[in-house]
């Protein structure tokens, strides 16, 4: 347990060393690992887990209870009456003695209670980690999909002002002029939407971060993901097991509640007193007498059954959730890897061939407009389809990275080993 505190410590250090380092991350474009660092220090739920955390080191105390509770004093005073020889006086002084283990009970329960806020705090950083990454790469596709707009806005006004000097010149139709503003108009809307999904993108980012509403956010472009080599979908489930926090915080919960049935059963034992007694009897010729004695309570009736019952209850249910949260975390990892494979096929056959295509035959098409081999219907339709394939491009990388990530939340983070 001085572990902990003493991590405490270095990372209050290593903190004041990092903050000019994050100081300037904020200021300038930000990297997808900076991003993972901020969120990791300054995000609401980490700072909650953490308090709850020390909620559970606090616990500690119940295990340093000493082994001698409070001493007791009874002092009777009994008046003789009618006779006066017949008072009587007398004092007790006890130490009631743990004889029922609730320190040793404590401590272990509390063991346990600071592994739960472990496991806990662990599964936050890795749910934390895994939102800032997928804020950053919304607003990386977000600023993508904004640029492939922008150019499909400027290319648009182009051939649209270009129609319309060549309809003036009798050399296109009322057609083309019309089919051209439309798609033109078509593109400012798109625009404008893409500039919207930007803003959206960059509020979320801050919030993922818990940065202020008027820090700016300018990322570095994504390229397309991959899946980690040699990561078959069964090998990624094992180490979803052995990796994930939740299961273990689970069972670390059922041992706390077993642990809690045991403090119940030991605190059910009354503690041993041990007492000295003093007593005088009469007033004219006094007799004295002192003595030593012990009192113990038998647990006969009170024995904490519906504490006890309670605690054995909750950790049963502590273990079924354990094994329902494993259950969860397989199918989060297959169904997570399985998408991720379709979406790569997706974004490969994009990138690697309709893209392409796609500018090529609008390349050509305009080289055969100029020639006047083709009408504006072609190249329009040409243009259309090219800045389709190029935004689904960008919505196929956001879906990519967005499944990357979402396996690797699932298995507990890719890139560190446990």
């Not at 056959?349 to 390349?363: G, K, S």
Request: net charge neutral; glycine share 6%.
């Amino acid at each position: 347990m001085g572990i902990v505190r003493s991590l405490g410590g270095v990372s209050c250090i290593v903190g004041a060393l990092l903050a000019p380092v994050l100081a300037s991350a904020e200021s300038g474009p930000w990297t997808i690992d900076a991003a993972v660092d901020v969120a990791l220090r300054r995000s609401p739920r980490i700072r909650s887990a953490q308090a709850a955390r020390e909620i559970a080191l606090a616990h500690r105390a119940f295990g340093k209870l000493p082994r001698v509770g409070n001493p007791s004093l009874n002092v009777r005073a009994m008046i003789g009456k009618p006779d006066d020889p017949a008072a009587t006086y007398a004092l007790l002084f006890g130490l009631p003695f743990d004889v029922g283990g609730r320190r040793k009970a404590w401590r272990t329960e509390a063991r346990f209670v600071l592994d739960v806020a472990e496991e806990q705090l662990l599964a936050a950083r890795n749910d934390v980690r895994a939102d800032a990454r997928a804020a950053y790469a919304e607003v990386a596709t977000a600023q993508a999909a904004h640029d492939v707009a922008e150019e499909s806005a400027a290319t648009g006004r182009e051939l649209y002002e270009s129609v319309k000097a060549r309809l003036d010149a009798r050399a296109a139709t009322a057609l083309d002029l019309s089919l051209s503003e439309t798609q033109y108009a078509e593109a400012e809307s798109n625009l404008a939407r893409a500039r919207r999904a930007l803003v959206e993108a960059r509020n979320q980012f801050r919030a993922a971060l818990d940065l202020s509403a008027e820090s700016p956010v300018e990322v570095a472009p994504l390229s397309s993901p991959q899946l980690p080599q040699g990561l078959s979908a069964e090998a990624a489930v094992a180490r979803a097991l052995t990796r994930r926090h939740e299961p273990a915080a689970w069972a670390s919960q059922r041992e706390r509640f077993r642990s809690a049935d045991r403090r119940l059963r030991a605190e059910a034992v009354a503690p041993l007193t041990a007492g000295l007694e003093a007593e005088r009897q009469g007033n004219r010729t006094p007799q004295s007498s002192v003595g030593a004695s012990l009192g113990f309570q038998l647990p006969v009736a009170w024995r904490n059954q519906g504490e006890r019952a309670v605690a054995r209850q909750e950790s049963q249910a502590a273990e079924l959730e354990r094994e329902l949260a494993e259950h969860a975390i397989a199918r989060e990892v297959v169904a997570s890897y399985q998408r991720l494979e379709a979406v790569l096929a997706e974004l490969a056959a994009l990138e690697q061939r309709a893209v392409p295509a796609a500018d090529r035959t609008l390349r050509m098409v305009g080289a055969m407009l100029e020639s006047g081999a083709i009408d504006y219907f072609r190249v329009l339709s040409a243009r259309r389809e090219a800045f389709a394939l190029r935004a689904r491009r960008v919505e196929a990388l956001r879906e990519a990275w967005l499944s990357r990530i979402a396996l690797e939340r699932a298995v507990g983070d890719l890139q560190e080993t446990r």
